[in-house]
């Protein structure tokens, strides 16, 4: 029981030089976290491999280190696009936006119009989500719950969907 305890103790002992780690490697506070939370799983379900007169804190670092470079690949696992089309029809169009384009142009001044008509309530989460902020981002931002924050953009989605569904 005392090893159990002393294992613990030194895993507790390391969790801010391993939310640093985690936030080197992820630069994001939340990513970090979880990778936090994974690595200390994956540790406590290890617990038994671990041999005393091995260094504990590399142990436990490379732990981190291999879940996060299997979540990197498995991202860009999925991230990839395998064309199985006969002629390769996918890999020979156009990769362009279509803003260049008459109906591009058009289609972002539909868009526009229509995210006008939102209130601020639905509009300004709408347009700092699109920008690239995080749900939890803009709820700080706005000083409201995420919960609302998720829905608003969640109905702001729909409610486009709907408008301009003759453009699909």
Known sequence: MKKNDSFKQRLLGLQGNLLS???????????????????TLKALDNEEKYVDNVNFKGWIFT????IFINNYRQTVRKATVIDQTED????????????DTPEGSFAVKEISAALDEFTDDYR?????YVAGYKYNEIAEKMNLPLGTIKSRIFFARKRLREQLKDFR
């Not at 936030?23 to 939340?30: I, P, R, S």
């Not at 732990?63 to 291999?66: D, F, K, V």
């Not at 390769?88 to 803003?99: A, E, R, T």
């Open 21 to 39: 780690f985690a936030y080197q490697l992820t630069t994001d506070k939340e990513e970090a976290r979880d990778l936090l939370q994974d690595t």
């Open 63 to 66: 732990i981190m280190r291999n």
């Open 88 to 99: 390769l029809y996918h890999l020979n169009i156009s990769q362009d936006s279509g803003l």
């Open 124 to 128: 300004i989460p709408f347009n700092m």
